[in-house]
């Protein structure tokens, strides 16, 4: 079992910037894909970016060129830079971890507006 605790979420300007840490802990062996996913009230959850252990990351189309996703293996951690956030960032962000099966944080809450 590998839990996952996030931090970093609050309120924030447009335009504004905020850093999202996540930290894995427990029963871990060996951890594949880590990355970060959101959930806007009344939507589906959707993938933002996601991290394999080479350092290749993907990122939702609606992100890329404003977030960057960052991992260390050795500390397990994975942190999410946001910059030039939008209202439409607004949302619940879950840490995501693979080992053995799809691992997720409780949710950390981020909300654009001025």
């Known amino acids: 079992q590998v839990q996952l605790v996030e931090s970093g979420g609050g309120l924030v300007q447009p335009g504004g910037s905020l850093r999202l840490s996540c930290v894995a802990s427990g029963n871990i062996y060996i951890i594949y894909g880590m990355g970060w996913y959101r959930q806007a009230p009344g939507k589906e959850r959707e993938l933002v970016a996601t991290i394999g252990r080479s350092g290749i990351a993907n990122y939702a189309a609606s992100v890329k060129g404003r977030f960057t996703i960052f991992r260390d293996n050795a500390k397990n951690t994975v942190d999410l830079q946001m910059n030039s956030l939008k209202p439409e960032d607004t949302a619940v962000y879950y840490c995501?971890?693979?080992?053995?099966?799809?691992?997720w944080g409780q949710g950390t809450q981020v909300t654009v507006s001025s």
């Open positions: 995501y971890a693979f080992q053995a099966r799809a691992n």
